[in-house]
């Protein structure tokens, strides 16, 4: 009736087959001897048996990393692509974000036709080094304003990140609000949620895919185009755009290259890439990794709260006999009796017997489980792929979806919503938030600094930029009044967006004065004008010790900039 041969690697393993069929009878005295019997075989084996708990154990804590991802969501075993299908989002977070996405969008779409006196309000004009930011002109000469500008809006951004994680990228950023805003907004229209999409994906090329795919990529196109169109004018300008667009291709080849250049950019990003641009292009992305830290507030899950995940139960269990040995010996909760498990208690407890009710779960401790249900809404709806139960991770760009997934299903469930939330990792460990910290502060600290030293140059920066140069090779000359006179070139850069009359008028020594060859200077906007004037200064300038000339730049009667230059005297006699 049973066999006398025992494996040491599990006291209960050798008797599974003898316990099976007296569970089955539910007798206690058969179980009290079963007991008895293991007991013994555990004793004998106590010595190989603690290496093998050991062992147990760690096969478990790996069995229970399993789950745990090891790559990328978008990438398979094969290292080939996944595409992601989320299911369509909805909640207050969505319905939020939808409001400020279409905000910007009209932000973005009217700027360039905005204009200050003519000029653009905001121009990007990288090939020709002209930059215009909200009417204030930057030359090739005001390099180092705009480079300090820069530099603060790098550390704003780096200060924004620490604060508030990657708040920018679910809510501002221009690739997460035409891809989830307008893009799969169309996705959802011609194909359906995401299972339709999925099955459809899957289906043969039959008539009625072949429509909605060819509908779905015209109006890709089409918005493709638009937001073309709309990006180069913050290159180029909107007058320049409209004017490319009214030509033919032949009359503006380079113009006409570029928007086409432009729409298959942005068609091959919005309706291929998607979120491998958040993943593996952008380079905000990366630099969460090093300036996140346990204070900064991202969309986290609860793990406090919300592990060990467990499933919804509906009714009691029913009452049966052991029928799944291998799932009770394993621990798993699949076991409807658990009475290997209790037979083991008792042996290792030491307990001389067991009680035994007519309800065998009703003898086993329930297992808490946390608020977690594992539906998985969270990971069916990110447009990356995560599971933001895994933890903070690089590919999250913070669109709250699986906030409003959780939330749902948690008021459905009839427990508080903010399972998952915006919060910070010492926040959910500890309860408790600290955002002052000294990294903060520190990247506050320079902010501010960058901000008074930008407010600094920017208010005593000039309309117009002058430089006088000795013309090279050229000597002194003794004009017939007995003037000495030097022949200079001038440069004279306009940073206003309006023709500036100019004079040159020298303060010391006294009595010189200023002869141009030419017409009087005129600085054209946007543009270096360039000339040649003489300056002559009294006959006893032989007598000066020094050689500095002070030149003072008007237009009409303003002062607009000052210089000095060398002057050459002629050879004493």
Known sequence: MCTENHNQDSPLKSSSSELDGRVMANNSEEVRRSASLLNSDYQSSKAGGEANVAKSVNQQKMAANADFRDTIATVDEQGKRRWIFPKKPKGDYYRYRTWVSYGLLLILFGLPFIKVNGEPLILLNVLERHFILFGLAFTPQDFHLFAILMITGVVFIALF?????????????????????????VEYWIEGDANAQRKLAKAPWTSDKIRKKALKHAIFLVISALIAHVFLAYIIGMDAVLETVSQSPLAAPGGFAAIIIFIGVFYFVFSYMREQVCIAICPYGRLQG??????????????????????????????????????CRDGKDGCADQILNRINHAITTGAESMPLASAPLAVVKEKKVGDCIDCTLCVQVCPTGIDIRNGIQMECVNCTACIDACDEVMIKVGRDPGLIRYDSERGVAAGKRKIWTPRVLAYSAVLLLLIGLNVFLLSGRTQLDALLLRAPG????????????????????????????????VERPAGGKI???????TARPGEVSEGALFIDLPPDVSRRSDNEVYIKVYSEDRLLDELTTSFLYPESN
């Open 290 to 327: 090093v300036l996140l830290d346990d204070n900064s507030i991202n969309v986290i899950y609860d793990y406090e709260r919300g592990e060990p995940r467990g499933k919804i139960r509906k009714g009691k269990p029913k009452r049966t006999s052991c029928s799944d040995c291998e799932n």
């Open 161 to 185: 990140t620490v604060v508030f994680g990657r708040l920018f990228c679910g809510w501002v950023c221009p690739q997460t609000i035409f891809m989830e805003m307008v893009f799969r907004k």
């Open 474 to 505: 050229q000597l002194s000359q003794t004009n017939a009044d007995g003037s000495v006179g030097n022949l200079y070139t001038y440069q004279l850069i306009n940073k206003s967006r309006k023709e500036l009359p100019v004079r040159f008028e």
């Open 515 to 521: 002869r141009y060859v030419g017409e009087n200077p």
